[in-house]
Protein backbone atom coordinates (compact mmCIF):
# COMPACT_ATOMS: atom_id res chain seq x y z
CA UNK A 1 0.00 0.00 0.00
CA UNK A 2 2.01 3.20 -1.26
CA UNK A 3 0.00 5.31 0.90
CA UNK A 4 -0.57 3.59 3.99
CA UNK A 5 -1.02 6.10 7.23
CA UNK A 6 -1.41 8.87 4.69
CA UNK A 7 -4.13 11.49 5.01
CA UNK A 8 -5.87 13.24 2.51
CA UNK A 9 -8.34 15.85 1.90
CA UNK A 10 -10.06 15.65 -1.42
CA UNK A 11 -12.07 18.60 -2.88
CA UNK A 12 -15.51 17.27 -4.66
CA UNK A 13 -15.29 14.04 -3.59
CA UNK A 14 -18.87 13.05 -3.48
CA UNK A 15 -19.53 11.28 -6.66
CA UNK A 16 -17.42 11.60 -9.91
CA UNK A 17 -13.69 11.56 -10.56
CA UNK A 18 -13.52 12.85 -6.78
CA UNK A 19 -15.08 9.79 -5.51
CA UNK A 20 -12.89 7.78 -7.79
CA UNK A 21 -9.64 9.26 -6.50
CA UNK A 22 -10.88 8.65 -3.12
CA UNK A 23 -11.37 5.49 -3.53
CA UNK A 24 -8.34 4.96 -5.05
CA UNK A 25 -6.32 6.70 -2.42
CA UNK A 26 -8.35 4.11 0.15
CA UNK A 27 -7.48 0.98 -1.95
CA UNK A 28 -3.52 2.08 -0.77
CA UNK A 29 -3.93 2.70 2.82
CA UNK A 30 -5.00 6.16 2.81
CA UNK A 31 -7.02 8.04 5.46
CA UNK A 32 -9.39 10.48 3.58
CA UNK A 33 -11.66 13.39 4.16
CA UNK A 34 -14.60 13.30 1.45
CA UNK A 35 -15.43 17.49 0.92
CA UNK A 36 -18.57 18.23 -0.91
CA UNK A 37 -20.72 21.20 -0.78
CA UNK A 38 -24.66 21.76 -0.36
CA UNK A 39 -26.23 22.92 -3.64
CA UNK A 40 -30.04 22.69 -4.34
CA UNK A 41 -31.26 19.53 -6.46
CA UNK A 42 -29.01 17.75 -5.39
CA UNK A 43 -28.23 15.70 -1.94
CA UNK A 44 -24.39 16.04 -1.67
CA UNK A 45 -24.53 15.32 1.64
CA UNK A 46 -25.78 12.08 1.33
CA UNK A 47 -23.99 10.91 -1.65
CA UNK A 48 -20.44 12.09 0.70
CA UNK A 49 -21.16 10.08 3.68
CA UNK A 50 -22.13 6.83 1.03
CA UNK A 51 -18.62 7.53 -0.18
CA UNK A 52 -17.79 7.24 3.47
CA UNK A 53 -19.84 4.13 4.11
CA UNK A 54 -17.81 2.32 1.23
CA UNK A 55 -14.09 3.86 2.47
CA UNK A 56 -14.97 2.53 5.78
CA UNK A 57 -16.03 -0.75 4.57
CA UNK A 58 -12.44 -1.25 3.22
CA UNK A 59 -10.68 -0.40 7.20
CA UNK A 60 -9.54 2.92 6.03
CA UNK A 61 -10.53 6.04 8.52
CA UNK A 62 -12.70 8.23 6.63
CA UNK A 63 -14.85 11.20 7.29
CA UNK A 64 -17.50 13.57 5.22
CA UNK A 65 -16.59 17.60 5.17
CA UNK A 66 -18.72 19.91 3.94
CA UNK A 67 -17.07 23.43 2.30
CA UNK A 68 -18.12 25.59 -0.27
CA UNK A 69 -14.04 25.84 -1.51
CA UNK A 70 -14.87 29.47 -2.48
CA UNK A 71 -15.56 30.86 1.52
CA UNK A 72 -12.03 31.08 2.81
CA UNK A 73 -13.15 30.27 6.30
CA UNK A 74 -15.09 27.64 5.29
CA UNK A 75 -12.22 26.09 3.71
CA UNK A 76 -10.01 27.08 6.57
CA UNK A 77 -12.36 25.18 9.22
CA UNK A 78 -12.76 22.23 7.18
CA UNK A 79 -8.39 21.93 6.80
CA UNK A 80 -8.78 22.67 10.85
CA UNK A 81 -11.35 20.09 11.53
CA UNK A 82 -9.35 17.36 9.05
CA UNK A 83 -6.25 18.02 10.71
CA UNK A 84 -8.06 17.43 14.11
CA UNK A 85 -9.62 14.41 12.92
CA UNK A 86 -6.49 12.50 11.36
CA UNK A 87 -3.76 14.69 13.51
CA UNK A 88 -2.25 15.75 10.48
CA UNK A 89 -3.26 16.31 6.74
CA UNK A 90 -0.13 14.78 4.29
CA UNK A 91 -2.64 15.17 0.97
CA UNK A 92 -4.65 17.70 -0.52
CA UNK A 93 -6.32 16.89 -3.82
CA UNK A 94 -7.95 20.01 -5.37
CA UNK A 95 -10.64 18.35 -7.54
CA UNK A 96 -13.88 20.57 -7.16
CA UNK A 97 -15.02 22.10 -10.06
CA UNK A 98 -17.42 23.47 -12.43
CA UNK A 99 -18.16 24.68 -15.91
CA UNK A 100 -20.63 27.24 -17.22
CA UNK A 101 -19.74 26.94 -21.62
CA UNK A 102 -20.69 29.85 -23.48
CA UNK A 103 -19.19 31.64 -26.62
CA UNK A 104 -17.30 34.82 -25.56
CA UNK A 105 -20.01 37.34 -27.14
CA UNK A 106 -22.71 35.26 -25.05
CA UNK A 107 -20.57 34.93 -21.65
CA UNK A 108 -22.08 36.79 -19.12
CA UNK A 109 -19.47 37.79 -16.40
CA UNK A 110 -21.82 35.90 -13.77
CA UNK A 111 -20.58 32.76 -15.33
CA UNK A 112 -17.25 33.83 -15.75
CA UNK A 113 -16.77 35.12 -11.97
CA UNK A 114 -18.54 31.43 -10.63
CA UNK A 115 -16.02 29.60 -12.47
CA UNK A 116 -12.98 31.41 -11.85
CA UNK A 117 -13.72 31.49 -8.29
CA UNK A 118 -14.84 27.71 -7.67
CA UNK A 119 -12.12 25.95 -9.89
CA UNK A 120 -9.11 28.88 -10.17
CA UNK A 121 -9.79 30.58 -6.68
CA UNK A 122 -10.57 27.54 -4.80
CA UNK A 123 -7.99 25.89 -5.28
CA UNK A 124 -6.34 28.75 -4.20
CA UNK A 125 -8.23 28.54 -0.92
CA UNK A 126 -7.38 25.02 -0.01
CA UNK A 127 -3.23 25.37 -1.00
CA UNK A 128 -3.45 28.62 1.42
CA UNK A 129 -5.49 26.68 4.30
CA UNK A 130 -2.66 23.54 4.14
CA UNK A 131 0.35 25.14 3.85
CA UNK A 132 1.63 26.30 6.99
CA UNK A 133 0.44 22.92 8.50
CA UNK A 134 2.33 21.31 5.50
CA UNK A 135 5.83 23.58 5.63
CA UNK A 136 5.55 22.64 9.95
CA UNK A 137 5.76 19.06 9.07
CA UNK A 138 8.30 19.27 6.44
CA UNK A 139 6.26 17.15 3.99
CA UNK A 140 3.22 17.15 1.75
CA UNK A 141 1.46 16.33 -1.13
CA UNK A 142 -0.82 19.13 -2.96
CA UNK A 143 -2.24 17.69 -6.50
CA UNK A 144 -4.62 19.95 -8.39
CA UNK A 145 -6.87 18.59 -11.01
CA UNK A 146 -6.42 20.58 -14.40
CA UNK A 147 -7.49 19.74 -17.82
CA UNK A 148 -6.52 18.97 -21.39
CA UNK A 149 -8.57 22.39 -22.26
CA UNK A 150 -6.32 24.24 -19.97
CA UNK A 151 -3.37 23.58 -22.15
CA UNK A 152 -5.12 23.88 -25.52
CA UNK A 153 -8.26 25.80 -25.48
CA UNK A 154 -11.67 25.21 -26.45
CA UNK A 155 -14.64 26.97 -28.21
CA UNK A 156 -17.03 28.07 -25.88
CA UNK A 157 -15.05 27.15 -23.12
CA UNK A 158 -13.12 30.38 -22.59
CA UNK A 159 -13.66 30.55 -18.68
CA UNK A 160 -13.18 27.15 -17.91
CA UNK A 161 -10.43 27.08 -20.17
CA UNK A 162 -8.63 30.48 -17.97
CA UNK A 163 -9.66 28.26 -15.03
CA UNK A 164 -7.73 25.58 -15.80
CA UNK A 165 -4.40 26.97 -17.27
CA UNK A 166 -4.57 29.30 -14.12
CA UNK A 167 -4.38 25.88 -12.01
CA UNK A 168 -1.02 25.15 -13.74
CA UNK A 169 0.05 28.77 -13.07
CA UNK A 170 -0.78 28.11 -9.53
CA UNK A 171 0.76 24.73 -9.33
CA UNK A 172 4.30 25.52 -10.76
CA UNK A 173 4.58 29.02 -8.96
CA UNK A 174 3.63 27.47 -5.50
CA UNK A 175 5.94 24.35 -6.19
CA UNK A 176 8.84 27.10 -6.22
CA UNK A 177 8.01 28.37 -3.04
CA UNK A 178 7.72 25.35 -1.04
CA UNK A 179 10.33 22.88 -2.73
CA UNK A 180 12.34 23.39 0.15
CA UNK A 181 9.58 22.41 2.95
CA UNK A 182 9.73 18.69 0.97
CA UNK A 183 6.41 19.59 -0.46
CA UNK A 184 5.49 18.76 -3.56
CA UNK A 185 2.84 20.66 -5.57
CA UNK A 186 1.67 18.91 -9.40
CA UNK A 187 -1.38 19.12 -11.31
CA UNK A 188 -3.09 16.22 -13.31
CA UNK A 189 -4.56 17.54 -16.54
CA UNK A 190 -7.61 14.94 -17.64
CA UNK A 191 -8.66 14.49 -21.48
CA UNK A 192 -12.10 13.57 -21.63
CA UNK A 193 -13.53 11.15 -19.34
CA UNK A 194 -16.29 9.23 -19.16
CA UNK A 195 -17.02 10.44 -15.43
CA UNK A 196 -18.53 13.40 -13.82
CA UNK A 197 -18.73 16.91 -16.16
CA UNK A 198 -17.96 15.00 -19.11
CA UNK A 199 -21.34 12.80 -18.85
CA UNK A 200 -22.81 16.20 -18.75
CA UNK A 201 -21.80 17.03 -22.50
CA UNK A 202 -23.78 16.51 -25.43
CA UNK A 203 -23.59 13.03 -27.07
CA UNK A 204 -22.63 14.87 -30.37
CA UNK A 205 -19.53 16.71 -28.75
CA UNK A 206 -18.02 13.79 -27.34
CA UNK A 207 -18.29 11.96 -30.55
CA UNK A 208 -16.47 15.21 -32.00
CA UNK A 209 -13.96 14.57 -29.88
CA UNK A 210 -13.47 11.05 -29.80
CA UNK A 211 -11.85 10.47 -33.72
CA UNK A 212 -9.26 13.66 -32.21
CA UNK A 213 -7.80 11.04 -29.36
CA UNK A 214 -4.89 8.21 -30.64
CA UNK A 215 -6.54 6.09 -27.97
CA UNK A 216 -9.97 5.99 -29.55
CA UNK A 217 -11.47 6.20 -26.39
CA UNK A 218 -12.65 8.38 -23.85
CA UNK A 219 -10.22 7.78 -20.22
CA UNK A 220 -11.49 6.54 -17.13
CA UNK A 221 -11.75 8.21 -13.68
CA UNK A 222 -9.59 5.27 -12.64
CA UNK A 223 -6.92 6.77 -15.03
CA UNK A 224 -7.05 9.76 -13.56
CA UNK A 225 -7.08 8.48 -10.05
CA UNK A 226 -3.76 6.39 -10.48
CA UNK A 227 -1.90 8.97 -11.56
CA UNK A 228 -2.97 10.80 -8.62
CA UNK A 229 -2.05 8.39 -6.06
CA UNK A 230 1.72 7.88 -7.90
CA UNK A 231 1.49 11.66 -7.46
CA UNK A 232 1.17 11.78 -4.12
CA UNK A 233 3.27 8.76 -3.31
CA UNK A 234 7.36 8.30 -2.05
CA UNK A 235 7.86 7.38 -5.74
CA UNK A 236 7.33 10.87 -6.60
CA UNK A 237 9.17 12.55 -4.26
CA UNK A 238 11.03 14.79 -6.57
CA UNK A 239 8.66 15.48 -8.90
CA UNK A 240 7.42 19.36 -8.32
CA UNK A 241 5.55 21.71 -9.99
CA UNK A 242 4.52 19.45 -13.40
CA UNK A 243 1.73 18.88 -14.76
CA UNK A 244 0.94 15.24 -16.06
CA UNK A 245 -1.25 14.49 -19.00
CA UNK A 246 -3.47 11.61 -18.89
CA UNK A 247 -5.47 11.99 -21.96
CA UNK A 248 -5.05 9.14 -24.38
CA UNK A 249 -2.98 11.72 -26.84
CA UNK A 250 -5.44 14.29 -27.63
CA UNK A 251 -2.91 17.07 -27.13
CA UNK A 252 0.93 16.45 -26.85
Not at 25 to 53: F, K, L, Q, R, W
Not at 109 to 133: F, K, P
Not at 139 to 156: D, L, P, T
Request: proline share 1%.
Amino acid sequence: MVLDGKTALITGASRGLGEAIALACAAEGCSVAVNYVEEAGHDNAADAEAVVTVLQATGVDAIALAADVTDEQQVDDMVAAAIAHFGRLDILVNNAGIFRDKTIKNLDRSDWDIVIAVNLTGAYNCMHAVVNHMREREAGRIISISFVIGQSGNIGQANYAASKAGIIGLTKSVAREVARRNITVNAVAPGFIDAGMTRALDDEVVQAVLPQVPMGRLGRAEDIAAAVVFLASDSAAYITGQVLAVNGGLYM
